[in-house]
């Protein structure tokens, strides 16, 4: 009984892999996705099968490989992005390309793009509110102090010029 939606008869074996290990390989990728990206699934053998699959190329490691895509939800979209846009290019006798069709077809009819541009949106909103918070802390005058600061502000005499130390300077000036 397979883990996952693909059998081993959706795909043609290669020189040095069978048609159960693709199998195995396009399940585990979707489990990894709905166990939320957890690392511990993202094991040596599936982090050297990625690596060559979508265009991906190996990182300097395992680790930075995950860090890369796995670490946010802005990269874990652009994760599925690239995985969407990929032309899938190669014989399956001797790529993956089938696996990698069948996974787009899986990832589209799931719809994680959606779920994952959402999740983005959200925490990019909170993050522009949590600045917006702190701005405001900073820089904006409650409205009561406003008034009461009009109120108390010292009266200058119009016709009383500036002191002849300070040269006063145009606020803006043309650029041509």
């Not at 982090?47 to 860090?67: K, Q």
């Not at 670490?71 to 652009?78: E, G």
Request: overall charge negative; aromatic content about 14%.
């Amino acid at each position: 009984m397979p883990k996952g939606p693909f059998l081993p008869e959706e795909f043609s074996p290669t020189k040095f892999t069978t048609a159960t290990e693709k199998a195995e390989f396009g399940n585990h990728f979707l489990r990894f996705i709905d166990a939320e990206w957890t690392y511990t699934l993202f094991n040596r053998d599936f982090y050297h099968r990625l690596s060559m699959c979508f265009g991906h190329i190996a990182h300097t490691d395992r680790p930075t490989f995950y860090e890369t895509w796995f670490t946010s939800d802005r990269d874990r979209l652009r994760f599925i992005e690239k995985t969407l846009n990929w032309p899938c290019w190669g014989d399956p006798e001797y790529t993956f390309s089938d696996v990698e069709r069948a996974i787009q077809q899986e990832v589209r009819k799931r719809n994680y793009i959606a779920r994952y541009q959402l999740r983005t949106a959200e925490v990019e909103r909170a993050s522009e509110m949590e600045m917006l918070r702190r701005l405001e802390a900073k820089c904006r005058v409650p409205a009561n102090q406003a008034v009461n600061a009009d109120a108390t502000a010292p009266v200058v005499d119009a016709q009383e010029s500036p002191s002849p130390e300070i040269e006063q300077m145009p606020i803006q000036a043309s650029l041509f």
